[in-house]
């Protein structure tokens, strides 16, 4: 697949088929793919929680906040929920900051994903303070995001983006709408 496809196809998405599982081999492909990716000064500071049984999946579930710009929605009903998680975090004893490291592997496990028929969606809105209670997460390690995962059961669309309204949304069919901007608007 040539990469700019594979960067379209590359979406987020927010409901999936929770009943397909997501295994702990393709969970250590995408973090493999993150790993392999740049770091600021080489520091490599992420580490990763890997998540795919349904006790913990129940777990994180609701310390996660879910698209908020669509109104009225807390999120995937049971049966749409993701069926796996990677909790990315930054090792404090490895280094002061992490940079843009978290951008880079985050991009990098959801290309991998898409490659593998999976789709996922970053969550920064995380109750971490929970997260870190629930999964026994160390004090060094600070969370940073939680890449959600599963195989897609909604259709996104990219479109272009009218009067700088960015909002995405869902149509009446629950097809979720994505507008962007032109490659004129951004380039000065």
Not at 79 to 92: L, Q, S, T
Request: hydrophobic content about 40%; overall charge negative.
């Amino acid at each position: 697949m040539l990469l700019l496809e594979l960067i379209k196809k590359t979406r987020s998405f927010r409901r999936f088929d929770q009943n397909t599982a997501i295994t702990t081999d393709q969970l250590k492909n995408m973090v493999n793919s993150a790993r392999l990716g740049a770091s600021g000064r080489n520091q490599q500071s992420l580490c990763y929680k890997l998540i795919n049984d349904a006790t913990t999946n129940r777990t994180v579930f609701p310390l996660l906040k879910w698209a908020g710009f669509i109104e009225d929605w807390d999120g995937p009903e049971e049966g749409e929920r993701p069926a796996a998680y990677i909790v990315v975090c930054h090792n404090k004893n490895i280094a002061a900051t992490h940079f843009c490291d978290e951008g880079i592997a985050m991009q990098n496990m959801l290309l991998t994903a898409t490659e593998m028929g999976v789709g996922g969606c970053i969550i920064a809105s995380v109750d971490k303070v929970k997260l870190r209670q629930e999964l026994h997460i160390p004090e060094h390690l600070e969370i940073l995001d939680v890449v959600a995962l599963g195989k897609p059961a909604e259709k996104v669309v990219i479109e272009d983006m009218q009067d700088d309204d960015y909002k995405y949304w869902r149509d009446n069919k629950g097809v979720h709408h994505v507008p962007k901007r032109s490659l004129d608007d951004i380039l000065f």
